[in-house]
Nanobody, 126 residues
């Protein structure tokens, strides 16, 4: 059982930057692809970014491509989402997730993930 805890969410102005963290306890990230999802108020949860177990493969939603960067540090059992050029439409609760996967596979579908964090609120003011 992997327990995930997100941190780093806060209020930020449009155009600003923020770095979210996702720490694992009760287990390690070994054997897992990792991902970030977000859910805005009144909307469905959507895919943001994913990184393979190897760390070599990454995939992003079109809406964040070029602005967000996902990374992982397995020695620290921590995953990150660096967010730049933030827009008001990035406002949402951000969730991290871990899914059993092969070495270079990335997972963009939420149903492929086994463990989820509780979420951290990111609010971007205009």
């Amino acid at each position: 059982q992997v327990h995930l805890v997100e941190s780093g969410g806060r209020l930020v102005q449009a155009g600003g930057s923020l770095k979210l963290s996702c720490a694992a306890s009760g287990g390690s990230f070994n054997g897992y692809a990792l991902g970030w999802f977000r859910q805005a108020s009144g909307k469905e949860r959507e895919f943001v970014a994913t990184i393979s177990w190897s760390g070599s493969e990454k995939d992003y939603a079109g809406s964040v491509q070029g602005r967000f960067t996902i990374s992982r540090d397995d020695a620290k059992n921590t995953m990150y989402l660096e967010m730049n050029s933030l827009k008001p439409e990035d406002t949402a609760v951000y969730y991290c997730a871990a899914g059993v996967s092969s070495w270079t596979r990335v997972l963009s579908a939420p149903e492929l993930y086994h463990y989820w964090g509780q979420g951290t609120q990111v609010t971007v003011s205009s």
